[in-house]
Every structure is written in structure tokens, then in C-alpha cells.
């Protein structure tokens, strides 16, 4: 599926520093190039992943008895060391971290406990302390890594994901139900507005990137079959938007970071525990990491891969054998510039006494420290500029070191 560029839509564009793109089948893929051969892509996992499910502690003795009918049982849950194992839907991750590919992270959060979807999302995409951030943590960091290329910007949506609003430049794709128009077409609005300032390199840049997207999409077909557009397919579609995303990122010429949102986290009810819902949501999102790590190639070496979530979900199960919102969460970071193979919490147990307000798992780790360790062991950004102009305000949650290959 390509996208018409129509005179209004370009006109709205070209006013946007950062408007947003979003690829079929995923609720939205959006693309910014970086001074950099580096990949780094931030998946964001919308309406929070239980991770108690997705990265089961198995080895706490509490775990089975608190977590009732939705534990996973230690013999099926994927070993990772003796304490934490992965959902038995995982088995891509898994062999990532038997690769030193995945480092998975637990017990983490965003520095503010908020259990609104809504307010929870804007925190975890400013990195801030507080909520009414207007730019996002990731596009401070393409302004920190020196970004100004306006000629890789391409708006053709009005919206863009808050993490990478802001004033650094940012591209985006957006898929359209309608016919595109012939190369022969294209080529003579190209030409009509090639001595315009504005629209012919906003054109000519748009008709690169589709060119671009159009290409990427067969490695998606390949890997997926269709990328049907609506709501309800945005959960069955995830390896084939992986792909193409990943194909487009292994071109020379292609974007260097990205931002893929999954929706459909939120397991309120009948969330199930090896097998059902989740489950079915985690395979999914196994094959999407997969499909993109093939479609990198040799790319994937020099690729993290950063997978967060708002917040955690409850301890106990709800009454409707779900989850409620909760507080502590898990996170990992994949890629062939990881250096993984291992679990890093600091582990607060989940006896009652344990939970935080006797519902949760409690936070021990800043998640910022998570993307604090990627951004600047992978993308080199100053260690003081994080936590001056990225993460204002995070003194506390320092890098980690050692999970980054040199």
C-alpha cells in the first residue's frame, strides 16, 4: 500500500518539524534519521505488558500462589537463569539471550507511579519526572546527537508518536486506502513544484521514502502475508510491518532509528497464562522481533532494540481472571549490539509485605536508566547531555554498564 501526496496534504506537512508515519498493519511506525550507521528502535508496548507473565520469576516462592491460575508454571516458562524464565510464546527472544543478544530487565518503572494509561504513556514517551512534557525523550536525543537534516523529514500526517515530537526532524509514512498516483503522474507533479523552496524537496524527499516503503513491503509479504489496515488487525499483523520496517532500515540510505507502537496490552480479562490471550499477543510480538532482525541482516549487529511499556500489571488477578494496572514492569533490550544473555533486577520479592501498596510488583530500577544505557553505550551520546537535556532531572538513574557491545 503506497500513499498519495496531494497538494493540501503536502502543504500540511511542510509546515510540521515532526509529523507522523504509520505503516500498514501496525498502529504506527514512525522513522527519524540520524548522523549515525547505528539502528536503535523503540518498540512501545501500549497499555501495559504483564511482566510477571512475559518474564516470569519462577524461582520466587511466592510467585505460583499469588499469581493463582494465570502463573506460568516453572516447567514451561523458558529458562533464563534460576530465577526468571520467559513466556513459553517466546522462543525468538530465548534464543536471542542464548545468542548474548537480550538483556531483560525487571522490576522497572517510569519515575512517576501513575496508573492512568493516559498520563502513564506521555511520561514514559518525555522521560520526565512529571507529567506536561510538550517533546518527546527521543527526539532530545536526535537533537543530541546533532540531527538537522530537514532533507530526510517527510510529513505526511499531521500526528507523530510524542516521543519523537519536538524540534528535531523527524519522517513518517502513512499508509492511504486510496489509489496511488502513476510514476508518470508523480513525475510531473515532481517537476511542476521542482522550483518551489518548500514543496520540492518535501516532493521529492516523500516520493524517495515511498519508493523506499514500497520496496521494504514485499520483504513484509514475504514474512506476513497481508497488512490489512484496520483496528482489529494491528495484533495479527506485527511481523510483516517488522519486516518492512527492518528493510527499509538495512538500505544505505534508509533511517537509522524508529518507533514502533503495538497496542492491545491492556489483559483486563481473560488474560490466560502459557496459553490465550497474552500468549497469543507475546507470539506475535516474538515473530514481529524476529521478522526484523532477518530483514536487518548484517545490520542487526549494530541494532538495539529497546521494548517498554507504561507500567506493570497487578500481582493478583482480578475477578475476571485478568490483570489490573500496576507499577513494576519488565523491559529488555535486544539486538546484535547488546550484550545480553542475562537478567538484571534488583529483585523486591512479592510476599504481601513486598508489593508496593500490597498490589504490585514494587519498582526497584528507573527505566530511564534502561534508555539511558542504550543512548549512550550504543548511540555514544554524553553521559552529562542525557541528563541535562534528555532525561532532565534523572541524576539518580544512571546508565548501566556492560550491557552495550563495545
Excluded: C
Excluded at 510529513?155 to 498516483?181: E, H, N, Q, V
Amino acid at each position: 500500500m503506497t500513499t498519495i501526496l496531494t497538494r493540501r496534504r503536502l502543504l500540511a506537512g511542510a509546515g510540521l518539524a515532526g509529523a507522523g508515519l504509520a505503516l500498514p498493519g501496525w498502529s504506527r511506525v514512525a522513522f527519524a534519521a540520524a548522523p549515525t550507521d547505528k539502528r536503535f528502535v523503540v518498540v512501545i508496548l501500549r497499555g501495559a505488558l504483564d511482566g510477571l507473565s512475559a518474564l516470569p520469576p519462577v524461582g520466587d516462592p511466592a510467585y505460583a500462589g499469588l499469581r493463582g491460575d494465570l502463573a506460568i508454571p516453572a516447567g514451561e516458562a523458558l529458562p533464563l537463569d534460576a530465577m526468571f524464565g520467559l513466556h513459553p510464546a517466546m522462543p525468538g527472544f530465548k534464543a536471542a539471550f542464548d545468542r548474548g543478544q537480550l538483556a531483560a530487565f525487571h522490576a522497572v518503572a517510569i519515575p512517576v507511579r501513575e496508573r492512568s494509561h493516559f498520563e502513564a504513556q506521555a511520561i514514559l514517551e518525555t522521560g520526565l519526572g512529571q507529567g506536561g512534557g510538550r517533546d518527546g525523550w527521543l527526539n532530545r536525543a536526535l537533537a543530541a546527537l546533532g540531527e538537522r537534516d530537514a532533507g530526510r523529514t517527510v510529513a505526511f500526517s499531521p500526528s507523530l508518536p510524542l516521543i519523537l515530537r519536538g524540534d528535531a526532524p523527524a519522517t513518517s509514512f502513512t499508509p492511504s486506502d486510496l489509489p496511488s498516483g502513476s510514476e508518470d503522474f508523480m513525475a510531473r507533479m515532481a517537476a511542476l513544484y521542482a522550483g518551489d523552496a518548500a514543496l520540492g524537496p518535501a516532493l521529492a524527499k516523500g516520493l524517495e521514502v515511498q519508493a523506499m516503503a514500497a520496496d521494504a513491503s514485499h520483504a513484509g509479504a514475504e514474512r506476513g502475508g497481508d497488512m490489512a489496515q484496520g483496528p482489529a488487525q494491528r495484533q495479527n499483523n506485527l511481523a510483516p510491518i517488522a519486516a518492512q520496517a527492518g528493510a527499509m532500515m538495512a538500505r544505505p540510505d534508509g533511517p537509522r532509528i524508529a518507533v514502533l507502537e503495538a497496542y492491545g496490552w491492556d489483559t483486563h480479562v481473560g488474560q490466560g497464562a502459557a496459553d490465550g490471550q497474552l500468549a497469543r499477543r507475546l507470539a506475535n510480538l516474538d515473530a514481529a522481533m524476529s521478522a526484523l532482525a532477518e530483514a536487518l541482516g548484517p545490520a542487526w549487529g549494530q541494532t538495539v532494540v529497546a521494548l517498554i511499556t507504561e507500567f506493570g500489571r497487578t500481582a493478583r488477578p482480578n475477578g475476571n481472571r485478568g490483570t489490573d494496572h500496576g507499577t513494576g514492569a519488565a523491559a529488555f533490550l535486544l539486538g546484535g549490539a547488546v550484550k545480553g544473555g542475562r537478567v538484571l533486577a534488583d529483585w523486591p520479592g512479592l510476599k504481601d509485605a513486598q508489593l508496593f501498596e500490597n498490589r504490585d510488583l514494587a519498582p526497584t530500577t528507573d527505566l530511564r536508566s534502561v534508555l539511558k544505557t542504550a543512548l549512550s553505550g550504543h548511540l555514544g551520546i554524553d553521559p552529562a547531555r542525557l541528563e541535562r537535556d534528555v532525561f532532565p532531572g534523572s541524576a539518580a538513574a544512571p546508565a548501566l554498564d556492560g550491557v552495550i557491545r563495545a
